[in-house]
T-cell receptor
């Protein structure tokens, strides 16, 4: 079992939809959680960086962490075709060693 | 400001050759990391630098892989006697300190024929 699991997708949604991307993790020591967006043939771009449980909002993006169930989510409101990318989640216990999921490919259809 | 840069963006080499991949971190970032991303796989940690020292090399897959960092800035990842299984995207990231957010470069796509 991988430490961080993600459904690879692809997840296809119409423009304007609310998107929910999810990860589960197994390491109870994880305290920090990250979401990266990766366009094809580009490097990952940091979207959200959260600590412990709770919600964090940034524009159209909301990151949610539920440590009791070891479940992390990224919600995208009013999705746009430009949001089409692979979304990577990651966790860490607070050190430099990020453990990444394999990514979920999202397609937002115009 | 300038982000993390990597060169070359693409590298095609023949099995058995040596390759060098370069990373220029964000100015002032003391921590630098190398990851490998293979098709269908998540990012795989290779090595971590704090300044010019590499306190964690645990992710390097074999002794054919080595890395160095000079002047607390530029880093080079060297793969000797490349094998086909080394084909992947090699990503570099940097952060202000080891516990802060990591910012990635665009990666070097390595293809070993």
């Amino acid at each position: 079992q991988k430490e961080v699991e993600q459904d690879p997708g692809p997840l296809s949604v119409p423009e304007g939809a609310i998107v929910s991307l999810n990860c589960t993790y197994s390491n109870s020591a994880f305290q920090y959680f990250m979401w990266y967006r990766q366009y094809s043939r580009k490097g990952p771009e940091l979207l959200m960086y959260t600590y412990s449980s709770g919600n964090k909002e940034d524009g159209r993006f909301t990151a949610q962490v539920d440590k009791s169930s070891k479940y992390i989510s990224l919600f995208i409101r009013d999705s746009q075709p430009s949001d089409s990318a692979t979304y990577l989640c990651a966790g860490t216990s607070g050190t430099y060693k990020y453990i990444f999921g394999t990514g979920t490919r999202l397609k937002v259809l115009a | 400001g300038a982000g993390v840069s990597q060169s070359p963006s693409n590298k095609v080499t023949e099995k058995g050759k040596d390759v060098e991949l370069r990373c220029d971190p964000i100015s002032g970032h003391t921590a630098l990391y190398w990851y490998r991303q293979s098709l269908g796989q998540g990012l795989e940690f290779l090595i971590y630098f704090q300044g010019n020292s590499a306190p964690d090399k645990s992710g390097l897959p074999s002794d054919r892989f080595s890395a160095e960092r000079t002047g607390g800035s530029v880093s080079t990842l060297t793969i000797q006697r490349t094998q086909q299984e080394d084909s992947a995207v090699y990503l570099c990231a940097s952060s202000t300190y080891s516990q802060n957010e990591q910012f990635f470069g665009p990666g070097t796509r390595l293809t070993v024929l």
